[in-house]
């Protein structure tokens, strides 16, 4: 009898109506597809170990000059007629930095001058009246009363030579204040002073000077920093523009807490540098310790709303869920500071997409290239 399938009958068919027509003949004769077995998804798997971290603590601020001292005019003040430095110049203790105008003090300083020598000829002259007088007193040439007037006379005169003494001195230490000294060595920071300016006395400081040159980094550190560090701890100063760093020393550490911004105050001592300016901008780094932790790619370490976890591999490949605390992170990766001690089998790549309980295969080194990348296309789609 001849067999009801009619695959005999479509192969005289043409080809193309007969490929239209395979499924259907297929399952006419009761024929089955080949179905292809699912696989466990493919994931990428790193032991992290333990490895050197370097605790530093990081903070900004500004480059000072330790000791700055304002600079203005003393006494009267008066109309600035020289100005002798620059922004920059080093000054030696006492050297002049800028002059005011003695045209009303010099003729007084002349005045008082010739008035003590006017006083000390006159005093001259009563003193040889007196030794004259008490030399003829023996004889009575003259009497009492005329030895004691010109006695006295002598001494008045003497007198009128100190006052008008200390009048010329009070004039000329004047005088000298119109001399703007540098009170101690260093450099010169700022200067307002100009030529024809009126300076007075309790205004605006006409130079600002650094004592020696000596510089440091006043900064602004969090609240909870300060605890790790000490006076004397070497640090790491970089400053805006410039790619050597600076090394110097904790100097001072802030007493008081800003109850606003909840930060303190630190000074780090620097050495003298003409790269260091005060004013410009700068960034400072303490090490305060060193300890071992599993260090992970950024990828590894996932996060929801109970925390930050990774996912763990068994010795069956089979995923768990595993709470971690993130300390912060480096170029190398991401700092765990709890939850590993670095010999588990963690989930690099396509962790967010597996579950708990499933079963993966892990890539080889070979693969693990292909596995980030098919990993990656998952998550952008």
Same mark, same amino acid.
């Given at each position: 009898m001849p067999s009801p399938c009619p695959y005999r009958s479509a192969t005289r068919l043409p080809r193309r109506l007969a490929v239209l027509s395979l499924a259907a003949l297929l399952a006419a004769c009761g024929g089955k597809p080949e179905q292809t077995p699912d696989l466990p998804p493919l994931v990428s798997v790193v032991v992290p170990g333990l490895s050197d971290v370097i605790n530093t603590v990081t903070f900004t601020g500004t480059i000072n000059a330790r000791d700055e001292m304002p600079i203005t005019v003393e006494g009267e003040g008066g109309r600035i007629a020289a100005v002798l430095v620059e922004i920059g110049d080093k000054?030696?203790?006492?050297?002049?930095?800028?002059?005011?105008?003695?045209?009303?003090?010099?003729?007084?300083?002349?005045?008082?001058?010739?008035?003590?020598?006017?006083?000390r000829t006159s005093a001259e002259l009563a003193a040889s009246d007196s030794r004259r007088a008490q030399g003829v007193a023996a004889s009575g040439a003259l009497s009492k009363e005329e030895i004691e007037r010109r006695r006295g006379a002598a001494a008045n005169a003497e007198a009128r030579v100190k006052v008008a003494a200390a009048q010329l001195a009070e004039v000329q230490a004047r005088r000298g204040r119109t001399d703007i000294r540098a009170p101690m060595d260093g450099v010169v920071l700022t200067r307002t002073a100009e030529v024809g300016q009126t300076a007075t006395v309790g205004g605006e400081p006409l130079f600002r000077l650094g004592?020696?040159?000596e510089v440091e980094m006043r900064g602004r550190i969090a609240e909870q920093d300060l605890a790790a560090l000490e006076v004397g701890q070497p640090a790491k100063v970089l400053v805006t523009g410039v790619e050597q760093p600076f090394v110097g020393k904790v100097r001072l550490l802030g007493a008081v807490i800003d109850p606003d911004t909840r930060l303190g105050s630190i000074r780090i001592d620097l050495p003298s540098h003409r790269q260091l300016r005060p004013g410009a901008f700068a960034r400072g780094e303490v090490v305060v310790g060193q300890e071992r932790f599993p260090i992970l790619p950024q990828t590894a370490v996932l996060s929801d709303a109970n925390g930050t976890y990774v996912m763990q591999l068994d010795r069956d490949n089979k995923v768990s869920k595993l709470p971690?605390?993130?300390?912060?992170?480096?170029n190398?990766? $991401?700092? @765990? %500071?709890?939850?590993?001690?670095?010999?588990?089998?963690?989930? !690099?790549? +396509?962790?967010a997409f597996l579950q708990p309980g499933e079963v $993966?295969? @892990? %890539?080889?080194?070979?693969?693990?290239?292909?596995?980030?990348? !098919?990993? +990656?296309v998952g998550e952008a789609r």
């Open positions: 000054v030696k203790q006492g050297q002049v930095l800028a002059r005011l105008s003695t045209s009303v003090i010099e003729p007084q300083v002349n005045s008082l001058r010739a008035s003590l020598e006017e006083a004592r020696g040159g971690v605390t993130v300390a912060g992170t480096r190398a990766g $991401v700092i @765990v %500071a709890a939850g590993l001690s670095g010999s588990e089998r963690i989930v !690099t790549t +396509a962790g $993966v295969r @892990v %890539a080889e080194p070979a693969d693990t290239a292909v596995a980030g990348k !098919t990993a +990656a």
